[in-house]
């Protein structure tokens, strides 16, 4: 059974020319790890927080599924919500810096964060941990304020104190892009470790594919807060069909490339009111993508919104 | 690259020195404080001097001779050059001298003690119930904005601030004092004597002259009673003109915060909502607030002027304006200076207490 | 090749709150004629500061720098606008260095104001050409900067900079604020820039893989002072320093390899010998006891590492 | 990077800005009704506001004295109508000074810099410092009592927060990066600070001017109230409830229409200035 199963979530903000989340349904197993992949104004981030039952007070939710652990959550009200982050949600922001109270002392906010979680007591546990994911010294710097330690370390208190409540499900939005290169592949490792040691559900966000391609199982596409393509991460990163998944990833520098050449790149565009989000940027476009949002269709090896990719498909394979 | 090519754009900021220490902070307030009293009473003393109306004339009285009045200007040595008047002023104010009142012909220092206790105590009560209701309504417009409170607090923000003190005032006389004589008119009408409250009525000692204090030290009931009821309308009056600036701003500044990312992140972590914006948001919120009422209790020591004299309270303010009134330009310097060194020190307090608030802060201005 | 700018021995110490931090040690690099130079290294190695310090918007404290063989101060102070002409800049924020209460016309004529370029009919003529030539809409000329899309902001940043013609442009992290797929663009744009000019670049990314794409020639900075540098592909197929291996085996490519483990996490940087001690798999003592020198090890190859000869032939994870 | 991905409510904020849109103009419109009273009140007035009339002192209000009479029978509707020019009159001067002194001086601190700016900004501290209240008392007691000199007293006790305003501003606009890529371009000083720099302090500079005539207006009638400003027969606002403050029992009107009118015209201020203020940032 899946540790998580959402079906035709879809979050309206008020005034909001089209919804932020439309109709994205996902399954993660234990121990499996999804990754999220899209763009500003693509959706993530409000599926993340909606996932965590953090949405703003004005937002609006509709589901058909939402269940963690096999509990329908539909109707859960703020304090189960709370609850549930207490002992089987933790959740990992994209700023290590902007994720902490910048007047209080580390230690002071672990410590809140620790008791609110009803493991108080596990202190020396999480001075253990952080000194394995390789924050020295943890007792003698977490007295330190934010801005005294580097990202990098902030990132590894985030995650040490997202771990140490044994959660269910971890959701990470954009927990490396701000973060250099060298430290990014460090972080990506240690949240890969703990993962399959504690054989937890991981939703990750990330517009970009080289993180997707080091830790996620599956990868969904988001684009316009549709899903436009979704499936084995093999299978997308290797064979994708949807033409903005394929833009995405032909659009990366690679350093096995051919250097000094143009890349091959997307059109700039707007998200249309209705049809296809991606339709003013798209290659493949025909006049139905401009009136029809088109449905996830199995493609190949994905299932990928897109029905004039399934058609040429067919004719190259 | 010549120096002053461009103006001071790039880079970090010229670094504060390290290792000065509490004691060189304490020390560069001191001489701050100093430098500030010595420009404002060097403005006051002279304009003083060019005042148009002879205190020595005024001093001697209406039926005084022209040589009576040469006398008194010689004992108070206003013949003598402005320069040197200047030095024996300033050499008087170091001794704590600040000289003699024309009006009430006693030391103007005796006077001002006298009459201290009363501003303070309608300052502190006043300054109190301001400060903790309007940042309390803040926080919770911030936390809930939209409903009938919201509608009530933006009308009380916005009206607040509009409206004259005097006149507010005025009107709480005429409304609650007058016509149903709910509250005394004012405080009392045979000044100057120390003190709000008519201690002798109330039947207790007077020890420090403010007389909600005088009446807890006496522990009775009905002095405080008493005190509590002379005190409602000035301090209503002071409360109403300056809660709107603190509702305001308290609610700007949390609603700043609580959009935050750290807010999300401490609910991300499962902490109650008391922590998340009590101890988390509302703190950090608190900062420029709290540099406001410092400016506020600043401007109060001034301001309470206009309170005192419609309520006809016995303080400080009161004995500025009848100073004033009757030219007694010793008086008028004296509370100058007093509330200027009020005012910098309120402020110096105030920057005592940024770094609780914020730690960042090493150096407090 | 001639070079077009030089840097010796430069210095930059800035003073904050925390002590002097040493932001720019002893840093020496060149740009030849229309080349395109990539620097990389992380946040904090000095890489902007060099960006800053070449427009003349910091002043090195020891050092040299010198723009077709003069000394830059000197020409900043003699005739800044023949200075200004011939360096030109884009920047990180593609918001942020647009004046928000100017429209993009005004903006993209801005410097042919400046340096009295033409008349008004001329100038207009000119800012259409130059919204052409970074594919621009000419009928977003009327628009503000806020109604613009971080890509097409970035472009008008672009027309800015090359209204003057300059030989040299210095771009300091164009790419990072942007989506992936509206860096593709604006790449593709200063490519072409490039090629059809002939203009050098000095390229600033934290991202080897952006660099390596645009770049002819590679130098990587670290903690100040460059650790490595040479051609493009010899930097990034043959690295010689551990930490342009470090970067290198960061940037894992997307077909699925699942990059490398993870290193110690020391950050604290010593103030003596190799600056990259601490976070070095293969550190010997004399490391620690004696910084090296940046030596060249092939033709245009250098590597400041006493074991790069060593490395260069184990290849990356030896 | 994708940061700002939350949409802002866009219906939400339309309404608002509507709302503040109405407010805008019904500020527009009573500022307009203000002017008229401070160019024309004699067009306007009903009556002669010198007139004495002891037989009819303290007429309550009436049709032929919308807000009574006061204490010498003079018409007080008809009072307030020709005190406008006294006292909006005197606001608008004193803040037009302080705001012009202010601005000159906070950007010569924030411009050049270094020991300059710390001096212009020490003795803008030693101004601000001052209790203003007090202050102005001290000024027109030597200056002599009279409109001018606590027009005087206000002026110079106002500039330095304007200077310090100023100064805050400049000083971060030119640590903004469109000031780093202007001189990259080659803009001379003066061009950076007539394309780049003033244009960016003008919103801020405009909501600032507007709350403080309120401001001003507060603070010039409340030392009218203490004798300090118009003398009779002068018919400024502060100087009429200061005058009805002893009749305050026997004719309640007397205290009550100048009142509204000075809280009336405060407002209107505030609410111009807020919308303004909204407007800039949105």
Redesign the interface.
Known sequence: MSLLAVEDLTVT?????RP?VKGVSLEIESGRTLAVV?????????LA?AL?G?L?R?ARRHASRLEINGEDLLAAGRRRW??L???DI??I???PI????????MIA?VR??MS??GHAGRMPELMDLLAR????DPERRLAD?P?QL?G??LQ?V?IA?AVIIEPALLIAD?PT?AL???????I???L?ELRSEADLAMLIIS????VV??VADDVMVLYGGKVVEQGA??AV??SAVHPYTR???????????D????????E?GHLPASGCPFAP?CRLVVDDCRRVEPDLIPINDTLAACPPAASSALITT | MTQGRYPEVTGPAPGLRFGAGRLARFAKGVVWLLVVVLVAVSITFALSRIVPADPARLAAGLEAGPEQVERVRQDMGLDDPVMVQYVRYITGLVRGDFGDSIRTRGPILDDVVEALPASIELIVVSFTIFAALGILAGAAWAYWPRGVHAVLLRVVAVAGSAVPVFWVGLLLQIFLAARPDWFPLVARLDFPVAGNLNHEAAGIAEVTGAGLLDALIARSPSAMWEAARVLFLPVMTIVIHNIALTIALTRSSLADQLDREYVRAARARGLSEWRVVVVDALRNALNPVVTMLGLQLGWLLGGVVIVEVIFSWPGIGLYAFSSFQSFDYNAIMAITVLATAGFVLVNALVGQIYPLLDPRIKEAR | MTSLLELTGVDKTFVTDRGPVRAVRRMSMTIGEGEVVGLVGESGSGKSTIANLVLGLEQADGGRIRFRGRDVGEWLDDEEAGYRQAVQAVFQHPFQALDSRKRVGWLVAEPLVIHRRGNSRERGERVRELMADVHLDPSLVDRYPHQLSGGQAQRVNIARALALEPSLLVCDEPVSALDVSVQAQILNLLLEINRERSMAMLFISHSLPVVRHLSDRIVVMYAGTAVEEGPGGEVSDRPTHPYTQLLVSAASVITGDRGPGRGTMREAIPSEGCRFVPRCPVAIDRCSAEEPSLDELQEGHSSRCWLASDLSRRGVGG | MTVAELPAAPEAASRTRKAGRGVMWWSVATVAVLAALVLIPGLLAPADPYKLDIINRFTPPNAGNLFGTDDSGRDILSRVIHGARYSIGSAVLIITVAALVGTIYGSLAAWYGGILDRLLMRTVDVFLAFPYLVFAMAVAASMGRGLTSTIVALSLLWWPSYARMIRGQVKSILNDYHIRAAITLGARRGQILRWHVIPHTYNQLLVRFTLDIGNALVALTGLAFLGLGATPPLPEWGRMVADSKQFALLAWWYAVFPGIVIFVTVLNFVLLGEALRKRSTS
């Open positions: 903000y008020p005034g909001g020319r932020a899209g763009e500003s104004g693509s959706g993530k981030t409000t927080l965590a953090l703003d004005r709370r609850q982050r207490r002992t933790s959740f922001f994209q700023s902007n994720s902490w109270n910048p007047t209080r002392t906010q809140d964060a609110a979680a994911v390789g924050f020295e304020l801005h580097s990098g370390m590894r985030s104190v954009e892009s250099d290169s060298t430290v990014q592949s460090e990506l490792a240690i890969g517009h970009d594919l080289s391609a080091r991460r093999a990163l290797g833009g995405l990833l032909d659009s990366v520098p690679r350093l096995d490339g250097r000094k050449i143009l890349l091959p790149s997307m700039p940027r």
